[in-house]
């Protein structure tokens, strides 16, 4: 079967749902900067919940985007690392966050915009 990524059922979609999770991408740059523990993590993306974390971590892990080293320690330590196929969608996405940093005044000059015009329809 040829992927069809506008098909209801093709597997493609799962990929770019994780592209499309801001959390999976933030991850995967950090990872791709250094392994770090859990707790590192979870400090240095701001907002994200140790349960959210949890499940985005395994998502990744499952899809082959990092892996999970146990180390043994009182108590563990468990590292993550970015894997190689991660590392060609972290270059991939690397440019989008490139892209919204250079942007963002512009995008945020444009919602005020449409938020001004909406407030005056609606009056």
Known sequence: ??????????????????????????????????????????????????????????????DGLIKRLAIATVP????????QLGLTLAAAVDPLRDWAEQNLKDVLAAQRHYDAQKEEEAA
Request: a positive charge; proline letters at 4%; hydrophobic letters at 40%.
């Open 1 to 62: 079967m040829k992927p069809d990524v506008y098909a209801a059922n093709c597997p493609t979609r799962q990929i770019l749902d994780r592209v499309g999770d801001k959390w999976a991408v933030l991850i995967l740059l950090l990872l791709r900067e250094e392994p770090m523990r859990f707790n590192q993590l979870r400090r240095t993306i701001e907002g994200i919940s140790q349960k959210m974390l949890s499940q985005v971590l395994k998502s990744l892990e499952r």
């Open 76 to 83: 563990v330590t468990v590292e993550y690392s970015i894997t």
